[in-house]
């Protein structure tokens, strides 16, 4: 294969990378779930044009130019990004010091974003007519074929060799803690801190109403569900607590539900998710821990963990569109 060409495949898989990943990540549940497959064949097409690529990268090293620093630090991030991503769905390698190893994947991905897009604009490549052509969008399709071939394989190998990765939900998750909240873990999307609340003191304000803790556990709705990390893990629970539609009507021009907690993260809600929402107060059947965010805290089933609001302050609706909001949180 011509290096520019292998270079422009590189350019799209790395796109195609960052938009699939995405998906699995924000979403990962529904019909997302075959962005979490495309993405693995994307990430194996990336992986399939290496040896096409280090000959490229070799005569580039051979000659003498600047910004080859930022080339290599490319390379580094983009092999550990693979390997971080292997080692996850695999289940060779689940945690890695503190971090997860699918932290420890998007970490690298995200790093190694800005120095592609400098490499890039240092190293243009020009696309010609004929790459639009059929003879590539042949090639191309190949090429994405054995990127699928290389996730069915490795899907079949996981089993074969009994690794952990057999087991792992369409996410990706490995379930830890399900019906034992103990053993659940307490995750924190960046640096929020865990709260220790006096639950006396404590009031939960939803739309114009306020209330305390006692209101709250007046009421014993029920809901099994299942809370699946960004991280890499999921459990599912029972949880206990109050349908946020018994406490909050809809109003005429509100587009969205606000979840705010006590630190100052929130989500914001389409409208049409307030008859699926549970306030909980518990999990099953014994009142919230701190880390897993007494005395309330949001269920948002099929909802990614970083839904799930944690020392619930109020609940409100406004006419802000949802979409409007960034897809992750940002604090
Ligand atoms: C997986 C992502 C990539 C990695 C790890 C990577 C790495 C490298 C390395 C190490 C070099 C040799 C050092 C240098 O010339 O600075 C290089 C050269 C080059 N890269 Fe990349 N690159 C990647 C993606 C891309 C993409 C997406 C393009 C363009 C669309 C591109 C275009 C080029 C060009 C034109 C050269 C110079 C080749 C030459 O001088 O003969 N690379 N790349
Ligand atoms: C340079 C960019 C990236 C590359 C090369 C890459 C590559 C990979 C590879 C090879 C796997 C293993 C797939 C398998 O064994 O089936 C994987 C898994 C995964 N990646 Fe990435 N990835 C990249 C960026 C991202 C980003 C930015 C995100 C999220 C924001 C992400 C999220 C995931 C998730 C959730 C999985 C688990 C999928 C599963 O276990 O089935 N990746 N990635
Ligand atoms: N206030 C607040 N709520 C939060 C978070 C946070 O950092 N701050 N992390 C979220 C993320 S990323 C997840 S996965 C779940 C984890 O819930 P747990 O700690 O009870 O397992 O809480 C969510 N709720
Ligand atoms: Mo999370």
Same mark, same amino acid.
């Given at each position: 294969m011509a290096g520019r060409r292998t270079n422009l495949a590189l350019l799209v898989a790395l796109f195609l990378a960052l938009v699939t990943g995405g998906l699995a990540f924000g979403v990962g549940t529904g019909w997302s779930r075959w962005a979490t497959v495309a993405h693995g064949a994307v990430g194996f097409v990336i992986l399939l044009l290496s040896p096409w690529k280090s000959a490229i990268a070799r005569r580039g090293l051979a000659r003498r130019r600047p910004d080859k620093v930022a080339s290599l630090s490319l390379s580094v991030g983009v092999v550990a990004a693979l390997v971080f991503g292997i080692l996850h769905s695999s289940g060779?390698?689940?945690?890695i010091g503190p971090l997860t190893a699918m932290q420890l994947h998007v970490g690298f991905a995200l790093l190694s974003l800005p120095v592609a897009v400098w490499h890039v604009m240092k190293r243009p490549v020009r696309l010609h007519r004929?790459?639009?052509g059929r003879r590539q969008t042949l090639r191309a399709g190949a090429v994405a074929a054995g990127g699928l071939a290389v996730v069915g394989a490795g899907e079949l190998a996981f089993q074969a060799g009994g690794?952990?990765?057999?087991? @792992? =939900?369409?996410?990706?998750s490995y379930e830890q803690g399900s019906f034992a909240p103990d053993q659940m873990p307490v995750t924190q999307?960046?640096?929020?801190p865990v709260l220790a609340l006096d639950p006396g003191e404590w009031r939960l304000t939803v739309g114009a109403r306020v209330l305390n803790l006692d209101e709250l556990l007046s009421y014993d709705d029920r809901l099994e569900a299942t809370i699946d990390c960004t991280g890499g893990w999921y459990a599912r629970q029972e949880w206990q607590g109050v349908w946020l539609s018994r406490l909050l009507a809809p109003t005429a021009g509100a587009r969205s539900i606000e979840v705010m907690s006590l630190t100052g993260y929130g989500r914001l809600f389409p409208l049409r998710d307030l008859d699926h929402l549970l306030i909980a107060t518990g999990v099953g059947g014994r009142p919230l821990s701190e880390g897993h965010g007494f005395p309330a805290r949001l269920v948002a089933p099929s @909802? =990614?963990?970083?839904?799930?609001?944690?020392?619930?302050?109020r609940i409100s609706l406004t006419e802000r569109p949802w979409w409007l909001a960034s897809p992750f949180p940002l604090t």
């Open positions: 060779i390698a689940q945690a004929t790459d639009l690794l952990r990765g057999a087991d @792992r =939900r369409a996410t990706g999307w960046l640096n929020d @909802r =990614r963990g970083f839904w799930w609001v944690k020392w619930l302050d």
